[in-house]
């Protein structure tokens, strides 16, 4: 006899595959709907005329004809995490790559670098911005070029020179927007009368 704890783990790994099952035909189901798609367009028919016959979206129905033209992976179409847009404009092997296999990650770490392998759907936005870049992915060189790069831009530019300047004629100009403490207008009022 089985305890209310095996009996529900059983249950529970049923209802698992189930799902699992549902998935894979649903998937299954994606992929035939990206075939008809393309079937309908190549028969002359367009995407907006389609759209009002089956009440599909267009947007939906040309992801759906990229499932059919096999650009993109149909899995694609149901998920929902920051690398998805990224993996989308990507080749088809590298979207099956990558949905399959862990991504390499360049961290800067001490002073140094550091690689973490990342499943793409881990990834954070900040990591998307600096593992793809456009229908590609940054090898670890690029990587770290990309973060050197946004390391510079985040570097405030040093003013090695004071933000405004006095004219001859006893006037003030200013460089850019200042902001100034008493003793600094104090010192540029005594500045203007000598």
């Not at 699992?20 to 008809?36: P, T, V, W, Y």
């Not at 989308?88 to 001490?110: A, F, G, H, T, W």
């Not at 070029?145 to 390391?151: D, N, P, V, Y």
């Amino acid at each position: 006899m089985m305890s209310d704890t095996q009996q529900m783990t059983v249950e529970t790994t049923r209802d698992g595959l189930k799902l699992q099952r549902l998935f894979s035909e649903g998937i299954d189901s994606l992929k035939a709907a990206g075939a008809l798609v393309v079937e309908l367009l190549t028969s002359g028919q367009r995407l907006p005329d389609i759209s009002a016959a089956s009440g599909i979206a267009v947007d939906v129905l040309g992801q759906l004809e990229r499932i059919g033209r096999h650009q993109m992976n149909a899995s694609l179409l149901l998920a929902n995490y920051p690398a998805v847009p990224a993996l989308q404009r990507l080749s088809m092997s590298e979207q099956d790559r990558l949905l399959n296999q862990p991504v390499e990650v360049l961290i800067l770490k001490d002073g140094g670098t550091d690689r973490l392998l990342v499943e793409a759907k881990n990834l954070t936005r900040e990591q998307v911005s600096q593992v793809f870049a456009g229908g590609s992915v940054r090898d670890l060189a690029q990587q770290r070029a990309w973060l050197e790069s946004r390391a510079q831009k985040l570097v405030p530019p040093q003013m090695s020179e004071l933000p405004y300047t006095i004219t001859r004629r006893h006037t003030v100009v200013f460089k850019a927007c200042v902001e100034m403490t008493a003793k600094e207008l104090i010192r540029i009022a005594q500045a203007l009368q000598d």
